[in-house]
């Protein structure tokens, strides 16, 4: 056992966060008094909660929806700089990535409200530019204008900003080896005390249970899972996945289960794994190799899942079974 190993303890604390709980995973000496950091740790989740949820009608972000066009707002710092990655990754992938869904995710019963059959025929008829082309941002002064009507909904992007400044609260407090998450979505500081990554398990894109499709060797990155297994809904008898089709105001008919993504900030990984379940592994996965994207699309078959891996980490770094010890926080 190494010395480093001896003379720390680990550290696990957790608390609740949209809708779901965040944790922290580290290591520090015994006499570290990790109060103050708990706090900081929930502070910083409970900020991104108040600027950016669609299920809190005081937030920023439903501020700046109930705002007419042409119109700038003043928002908060860290909002408009989420709101920046969100239109770069939309330009970047074509549109597939759009924050400008708001009324469709509504309309399907996606938000705080049941489908409305209604809103799924106005979403399904509506012509929409993408978001990039109707959201202004005034970085120097923290302001927003949209220039037609549209309604922003960041739920592809906010969690894994959340993992980000969780991951710098604890560097705020000198730690520099740590794993932090929301949900699946997660973010790996340094190496583990014993020198090794962090191992993240990749879960199988099954609905009916929770279970390890493989590993994952993480150091000083993110990870993000976007996949058709968890959140869904019943429209007509028809089973409905989260993921909508920017082009069509209508959820996916088709993808991948599941598409994983390792990046530097769990917000770019967040961002590219919901555009990537929108191209596919084909299309999704040209572009992921032009970024230099590390990417895993698990695709369903009559017996299973294929595999289809972009980038070196998951060829030589993502490890079938789930049969070797593995990180777990919470």
């Given at each position: 056992?190494?010395?480093?190993?001896?003379?720390?303890?680990r550290?696990a604390l957790?608390g609740?966060?949209?809708?779901t709980?965040?944790?922290?995973?580290f290591?520090?000496?015994?006499a570290?008094?990790r109060?103050p950091?708990?706090?900081?740790?929930?502070?910083?989740v409970?900020e991104?909660d108040?600027?950016?949820?669609?299920?809190?009608?005081?937030s920023?972000?439903?501020?700046?929806?109930?705002s007419?066009?042409g119109?700038?707002?003043?928002?908060p710092?860290?909002?408009?700089e989420?709101?920046?990655?969100a239109?770069?990754?939309g330009?970047?992938?074509?549109g597939?990535?759009d924050?400008?869904?708001?009324?469709a995710v509504?309309?399907?019963g996606?938000?705080?409200?049941?489908?409305?059959?209604?809103?799924i025929?106005?979403?399904l008829?509506?012509?929409?530019?993408?978001?990039h082309?109707?959201l202004?941002?005034d970085?120097?002064?923290a302001?927003?204008?949209k220039t037609?009507p549209i309604?922003?909904?960041?739920?592809?992007?906010?969690?894994?900003?959340?993992?980000?400044?969780?991951?710098?609260?604890?560097r705020?407090f000198g730690i520099?080896?740590?794993?932090?998450g929301i949900?699946?979505e997660?973010?790996?500081?340094?190496l583990?005390?014993?020198?090794q990554?962090?191992?993240?398990?990749?879960?199988?894109?099954?609905?009916?249970?929770?279970?390890?499709h493989?590993?994952l060797?993480?150091?000083?990155a993110?990870?993000?899972?976007?996949?058709d297994?968890?959140?869904?809904?019943?429209?007509q008898?028809?089973?409905?996945s989260?993921?909508?089709?920017p082009?069509?105001?209508?959820p996916?008919?088709?993808?991948?289960?599941?598409v994983?993504?390792?990046?530097?900030s769990?917000?770019?990984?967040d961002a590219?794994?919901?555009?990537?379940?929108?191209l596919?592994?084909t299309?999704?996965g040209?572009?992921?190799?032009?970024?230099?994207?590390?990417?895993?699309?698990?695709?369903r078959?009559?017996?299973?899942f294929?595999?289809?891996?972009?980038?070196?980490?998951?060829d030589?770094?993502?490890v079938?079974g789930?049969?070797?010890?593995?990180?777990?926080?919470?």
């Amino acid at each position: 056992m190494s010395k480093m190993s001896i003379e720390t303890e680990r550290r696990a604390l957790n608390g609740p966060t949209m809708g779901t709980r965040w944790s922290a995973l580290f290591y520090t000496t015994e006499a570290f008094d990790r109060g103050p950091v708990r706090d900081a740790l929930q502070a910083a989740v409970d900020e991104v909660d108040a600027q950016m949820s669609t299920w809190r009608p005081d937030s920023d972000l439903m501020r700046l929806n109930a705002s007419p066009p042409g119109v700038w707002v003043e928002v908060p710092r860290r909002l408009v700089e989420v709101l920046r990655l969100a239109l770069d990754i939309g330009r970047a992938s074509g549109g597939a990535f759009d924050i400008g869904m708001g009324d469709a995710v509504a309309a399907w019963g996606f938000g705080s409200a049941a489908a409305d059959r209604r809103l799924i025929r106005n979403a399904l008829d509506a012509a929409r530019q993408p978001t990039h082309a109707v959201l202004e941002l005034d970085m120097p002064n923290a302001r927003v204008r949209k220039t037609a009507p549209i309604t922003l909904d960041l739920n592809g992007i906010a969690k894994g900003y959340g993992v980000d400044r969780l991951a710098e609260t604890l560097r705020d407090f000198g730690i520099s080896s740590g794993l932090v998450g929301i949900d699946g979505e997660m973010r790996a500081l340094g190496l583990r005390p014993n020198g090794q990554p962090w191992a993240i398990a990749i879960e199988a894109p099954a609905a009916d249970r929770r279970a390890s499709h493989s590993l994952l060797a993480l150091q000083d990155a993110a990870v993000a899972t976007s996949g058709d297994y968890r959140h869904v809904v019943t429209v007509q008898g028809q089973r409905l996945s989260h993921t909508m089709d920017p082009i069509t105001g209508a959820p996916l008919r088709s993808s991948p289960a599941s598409v994983t993504v390792v990046a530097r900030s769990c917000a770019e990984a967040d961002a590219w794994a919901t555009a990537l379940m929108v191209l596919g592994s084909t299309t999704g996965g040209e572009l992921a190799a032009r970024h230099g994207l590390d990417v895993l699309f698990l695709i369903r078959e009559a017996n299973g899942f294929k595999a289809h891996a972009v980038g070196p980490l998951f060829d030589g770094g993502a490890v079938p079974g789930a049969d070797r010890e593995r990180s777990a926080i919470g």
